[in-house]
């Protein structure tokens, strides 16, 4: 089994920022992709920023030039740096990773809150 383990989450002003970490452990023998997605509450779960199985990263374009994503493999561990955050950014936001432990599989963190007050 593989557990996601998140955490940084928590309020903050807008234009403030928050870092979240998210650490995954278990039976690991690689991971091809690992990222953030958030859910706000009656919207649908939207992808914020991924590192790809090829290594490129991609960001969600209400992002960019905010948020920057980070990893230290060595920890299996990737980090979100959010600046200036904005109320639309309100949301519960999951850390997901594509596991190599005999296949591929896909497994998803419990999710940590992040609110904006404006």
Excluded: H
């Amino acid at each position: 089994q593989v557990q996601l383990v998140e955490s940084g989450g928590g309020l903050v002003q807008a234009g403030g920022s928050l870092r979240l970490s998210c650490a995954a452990s278990g039976s690991i023998d690689s991971i091809e992709a690992m990222g953030w997605y958030r859910q706000a509450p009656g919207k649908q779960r939207e992808l914020v920023a991924t590192f790809t199985s090829l290594g490129s990263i991609n960001y969600a374009d209400s992002v960019k030039g905010r948020f920057a994503i980070s990893r230290d493999p060595a920890k299996d561990t990737v980090y979100l740096k959010m600046n200036n955050l904005k109320p639309d950014d309100t949301a519960v936001y999951y850390c997901r990773a594509t596991v190599v432990n005999g296949g591929g599989y896909i497994y998803w963190g419990q999710g940590t809150q992040v609110s904006v007050s404006s």
